[in-house]
């Protein structure tokens, strides 16, 4: 039997021994290759992305990127098309709780082991790692954060009105629009015309009511927050706002009105943190305006939270899988997230990256502030107008009753809480 | 060869319709899944707001539309139909927003009828600053900005199929109403007209078909706003289809949208095969 074994192991062994370098090659001549698809192709988003592509490149990747221009929605019927031919990118753009809903469509990849390695997890918002790891492995990575409701203020308009105290809850906020309003802007509010704009008006004044109520409403569709008194005030609020806002803007985006803001014609503005950029290319200064959180009743800050990410789908080539571990590696890097962040605006999703230095706003730093406050005290709260608390059709639903409200004034608050709640029962 | 480019056409057409009926009883979401639901699709697009707003829009544009833009093409037609000078500049001016896309329609009076940028603001700037022209932007009136985009649109079609019903009545009829002493009035009414049916019907189907199916021009113009105000029935298809991701309940949408349209033309091929009947045994 010895010359047996011996003969096996000698096969075993010269079989490996044989194999071994010819593995060796093949893990070196891979060349890193990705396939990305995204909606960024231009202004700071596809700057941002194109610098990402680049350091790809430096690490000796090969990056092909598509952008898909316009909505999400022409992004999504890319990516569709592309899941039915059974020929996913490795890696495409995708958010919330669509990440969830379309994991379920075709197998995408486990990232627990490369999160584990770059020790990923103690430094992301607990509500936005558990959408990236639906059912329990991260197959997505977040790649940066905005918050959707934060103030701008028109320095030119606080002179105009006298006020130099930046409002914290909804009551000095009104007060201040009142004074502004008194002070001859017949708009104290800079405002869009478009859902999503409608939208945030509403989850600004809910969040900003009662982040507890908001959650259980919004996030968890619970029935009787859904027709409770916070809900009911947070749309006496919007109307509130919806007063003081220009009603001429139709279906026009938000950035309508920058210029009207910064001249003081229009005293704040809620938006999301994307504006500090938008207002920066349109050649604004940051002396031009503020940025704070978004009011809060109880007067520690609420962060709706908005996230982009990417999400990772299963081939079998070798290169794009090791395309995809690159990317992986560098979308979690503290350096590429902070060149990131710099070039749109927005905040890292790591919570321990330093903002201190130069290349960050006040209003960056202002916003990463609010959202460590926020996680210390539970006030952190997924973005509904910008599909972070819910999937399509359910936003979608909501989101008709609230624009409904914004534009009819004859709409009840009461009714409009009925109707929201009668629209989450039907798209349930 | 023409059957064979027909043929594809017509397959083409029945497959894809088939295949959109049999997805409106699936459940499907994201991507399209086989399955049986039955009517459930149907009843929840019934019964939503939306198609409800969209489907009384409808009605009330697709009236509106081709009613006045047979009214104006039939007027312009008459009008250069007097042998006037310039007639062929005329022509195309009336006839060149045919040429020009929907959505640029849309954009271009988007701006116009701003109330912040366009034609009101520009009274207000001439000293007339109590005017007020803000449909676009008032719920109740902004689907009348819709038909007025799609007049401007369409009623060069109107004008130019009419135009050229009008030179082929026959001169020898139009002179025995002269000789009989009929006036201008008369002689459209009782003379003219009469020999205009069919085009007027042929107008009619292809406008209205146009009113079903109207996408680009809203989304450009109002995008179905103020609010949710202007939806018309085919942003309700794209909203469920791709924003929401709801295939099967956009499938059924679309299916009750074939219904609409087959309302129309049903009728119309019923018209038209009567007229046939009646030509063939005369």
């Keep these: ?428 | 060869m023409i059957w064979v480019p027909l043929l594809l056409s017509a397959a083409h057409l029945v497959s894809f319709s088939l295949w959109t009926i049999w997805i409106s009883f699936t459940p499907s979401t994201l991507v399209p899944v086989s399955g049986w639901v039955g009517l459930r699709n149907y009843t929840a697009v019934i019964a939503s707001r939306n198609w409800q707003i969209a489907f009384d829009n409808l009605l009330l544009f697709g009236s509106a539309f081709v009613l006045l833009s047979l009214v104006t093409g039939f007027m312009l037609a008459i009008l250069l139909d007097q042998r006037i000078r310039g007639e062929n500049v005329l022509r195309s001016i009336f006839l060149y927003p045919l040429a020009v896309s929907f959505v640029v329609t849309g954009t271009v009076w988007s701006w116009l009828l701003n109330p912040g940028i366009g034609i009101e603001k520009l009274v207000h700037d001439l000293g007339w600053t109590s005017f007020r022209f803000d449909w676009l932007v008032d719920r109740d009136m902004a689907i009348w900005t819709i038909v007025i985009a799609a007049i401007w649109q369409s009623s060069g079609f109107a004008m130019a199929l009419f135009l050229a019903g009008l030179r082929s009545v026959d001169a020898d009829i139009i002179k025995a109403a002269q000789i009989d002493g009929a006036g201008p009035f008369r002689m459209y009414g009782r003379v003219i007209l009469p020999t205009l049916w069919p085009i007027t019907i042929t107008v009619v189907v292809v406008q209205l078909q146009f009113a079903i199916s109207a996408f680009d021009l809203v989304r450009a113009l109002t995008n179905g706003g103020p609010g949710i105000a202007t939806q018309l029935p085919a942003l309700v298809v794209y909203d469920l289809m791709f924003q929401r991701g709801l295939l099967g309940r956009g499938a059924a949408a679309a299916v009750l949208m074939l219904l609409i349209l087959l309302a129309v033309l049903l009728p119309y091929a019923a018209w038209r095969y009567v007229q046939q009947r009646r030509a063939t045994h005369a």
Excluded at chain 1, 335 to 340: D, E, H, L, N, P
């Design chain 1, 1 to 428: 039997m010895p010359i047996t074994t011996t003969r096996r192991r000698l096969l075993a062994g010269s079989a490996a021994t044989l194999a071994l370098p010819a593995f060796a090659r093949a893990q070196s001549a891979v060349k890193p290759r990705l396939t990305v698809i995204s909606q960024w192709s231009a202004g700071s988003d596809g700057a941002a992305i194109t610098a990402l592509g680049k350091k790809f490149e430096e690490k000796g990747g090969v990056w092909q990127h598509s952008p898909v221009p316009g909505f999400t929605t022409e992004m999504m019927n890319k990516l569709r098309a592309q899941i039915i031919a059974g020929d996913p990118p490795a890696c495409s753009q995708l958010k919330g709780p669509e990440i969830a809903a379309w994991s379920k469509i075709a197998p995408t990849v486990n990232l627990d082991a490369l999160v584990a390695a770059a020790g990923y997890e103690k430094v992301v918002a607990p509500d936005l790692a558990r959408l990236h790891k639906p059912g329990g492995k991260w197959i997505s990575l977040p790649l940066q954060i905005y918050s959707t409701n934060m103030l701008f203020l028109s320095k030119r308009a606080m002179d105009k009105a006298k006020a130099d105290k930046i409002p914290v809850t909804w009551a000095d906020f009104n007060d201040l629009a009142e004074k502004m309003k008194a002070g001859g802007m017949a708009y104290p509010i800079a405002n869009g015309g478009t859902r999503p704009d409608d939208g945030q008006k509403f989850e600004a004044s809910f969040a900003g009511i009662s982040p507890a109520a908001y959650r259980a409403a919004i996030m968890n569709l619970d029935e009787k927050t859904l027709k409770g008194p916070e809900i009911k005030a947070a749309f006496a609020q919007v109307r509130k706002i919806a007063d003081w806002m220009d009603p001429n803007v139709g279906a026009q985006p938000y950035a309508t009105n920058l210029k009207r803001f910064v001249d003081g014609d229009m005293g704040m503005m809620i938006q999301g943190g994307w504006a500090q950029g938008v207002l920066r290319n349109a050649g604004f200064k940051f002396d031009d305006f503020i940025i704070a959180p978004g009011p809060s009743d109880n007067t520690k800050p609420v962060f709706l939270l908005n996230a982009d990410a990417f999400i990772f789908w299963q081939r079998s080539e070798p290169d794009l899988q090791a395309g995809q571990t690159l990317m992986a590696q560098l979308v979690m890097d503290p350096a590429i997230q902070t060149m990131y962040s710099q070039i749109t605006g927005s905040i890292p999703v790591r919570t321990d990256v330093d903002l201190s230095g130069a290349g960050w706003s006040d209003g960056q730093r202002r916003t990463a502030s609010a959202l460590k406050d926020a996680v210390a005290n539970n006030q952190t709260v997924l973005s509904l107008a910008h599909n972070m608390a819910q999937e399509n059709g359910l936003t979608a639903a909501m989101i008709d009753v609230i624009t409904e409200y914004v534009k009819n004034k004859t709409i009840k608050p009461e009714q409009a809480v009925t109707r929201l709640a009668e629209a989450v029962e039907g798209a349930r």
